[in-house]
Nanobody, 124 residues
Framework: QVQLVESGGGLVQAGGSLRLSCARS????????MGWFRQAPGKEREFVAGISWTGLITYNTDSVKGRFTISRSNANNTVSLQMNSLKPEDTAVYYC?????????????????WGQGTQVTVSS
């Protein structure tokens, strides 16, 4: 079983930055692709960014291009999302997810394990 715990959310003004982290406990991280998703009130959960076990990265370029950076430490069993130049429309609950496949997938249905989410609120 894989357990994921997110941290780093909070309230920030527009233009500010936050760094989200996701720590894994339980079975090995080996071979898992990690993803960050977000869900705003009344909206579907959407893909934000993902990183494969080998470091291949995919972003939802429409919404986060050039502002968010995903990274992972396989040694420390963590994945992070650095969010810069935040906008009010980035306000959402952010979720970390893990799935055992070699490439990044955008569909939330592909991911087997999920964290509990962390709230990010960006004020204007």
């Amino acid at each position: 079983q894989v357990q994921l715990v997110e941290s780093g959310g909070g309230l920030v003004q527009a233009g500010g930055s936050l760094r989200l982290s996701c720590a894994r406990s339980g079975r090995t991280f080996s071979g898992f692709t990690m993803g960050w998703f977000r869900q705003a009130p009344g909206k579907e959960r959407e893909f934000v960014a993902g990183i494969s076990w080998t470091g291949l990265i995919t972003y939802n370029t429409d919404s986060v291009k050039g502002r968010f950076t995903i990274s992972r430490s396989n040694a420390n069993n963590t994945v992070s999302l650095q969010m810069n130049s935040l906008k009010p429309e980035d306000t959402a609950v952010y979720y970390c997810a893990a799935g055992r496949f070699p490439e990044v997938r955008r569909s939330r249905d592909a991911y087997e394990y999920w964290g509990q989410g962390t709230q990010v609120t960006v004020s204007s």
